[in-house]
T-cell receptor, first 110, second 110 residues
Framework: QKEVEQNSGPLSVPEGAIASLNCTYSDRVSQSFFWYRQYSGKSPELIMSIYSNGDKEDGRFTAQLNKASQYVSLLIRDSQPSDSATYLCAVNSGTYKYIFGTGTRLKVLA | NAGVTQTPKFQVLKTGQSMTLQCAQDMNHNSMYWYRQDPGMGLRLIYYSASEGTTDKGEVPNGYNVSRLNKREFSLRLESAAPSQTSVYFC?????????FGPGTRLTVT
């Protein structure tokens, strides 16, 4: 079983819709959770971090964490073609080690 | 404020050649990381440095060495390159729980 799992996609949504990206993790002691956006040929860019159960909103982005169910999600409201990228989920267990998922490719259709 | 910088951007090596990938950060972060990213495998940790003067192995350290030259700089050396080391290499630095990535080095070993 992979430690951090994401559906590889592509997830296709129309412009203006809500994109929902999901990530599950296996280590119950995981403490901090991150979403990165990676455009093709570029480096990962941190867009959200979340440390406690519930929702965290930042502009059009909302991260949701449910530690009991071991999943974290990212909602993108009013999706734009410029949001088309691969989204990486990363998990940290309080050490120096971060585990990354393989990413979900999002395509926003104009 | 350049963030995390990496050199070179691209490199082609022949099997058995050596090279050093350079990374520097100007954010005064203590921790620095080297990852490789391969299709379908996500980001995998090669080495990390929790602070100046310390380095530790990550998930895939074989064939690599690192040097934490000072707080700003963390280099990755391939002593005898192999085709299996063809990859994109990212350096990152860490503040609190959040990692920030450099632009990457695309390495091809023939």
């Amino acid at each position: 079983q992979k430690e951090v799992e994401q559906n590889s996609g592509p997830l296709s949504v129309p412009e203006g819709a809500i994109a929902s990206l999901n990530c599950t993790y296996s280590d119950r002691v995981s403490q901090s959770f991150f979403w990165y956006r990676q455009y093709s040929g570029k480096s990962p860019e941190l867009i959200m971090s979340i440390y406690s159960n519930g929702d965290k909103e930042d502009g059009r982005f909302t991260a949701q964490l449910n530690k009991a169910s071991q999943y974290v999600s990212l909602l993108i409201r009013d999706s734009q073609p410029s949001d088309s990228a691969t989204y990486l989920c990363a998990v940290n267990s309080g050490t120096y080690k971060y585990i990354f998922g393989t990413g979900t490719r999002l395509k926003v259709l104009a | 404020n350049a963030g995390v910088t990496q050199t070179p951007k691209f490199q082609v090596l022949k099997t058995g050649q050596s090279m050093t990938l350079q990374c520097a950060q100007d954010m005064n972060h203590n921790s620095m990381y080297w990852y490789r990213q391969d299709p379908g495998m996500g980001l995998r940790l090669i080495y990390y440095s929790a602070s100046e003067g310390t380095t530790d192995k990550g998930e895939v350290p074989n064939g690599y060495n690192v040097s934490r030259l000072n707080k700003r700089e963390f280099s990755l050396r391939l002593e005898s390159a192999a085709p299996s080391q063809t990859s994109v290499y990212f350096c990152a630095s860490r503040e609190g729980g959040e990692q920030y990535f450099g632009p990457g080095t695309r390495l091809t070993v023939t």
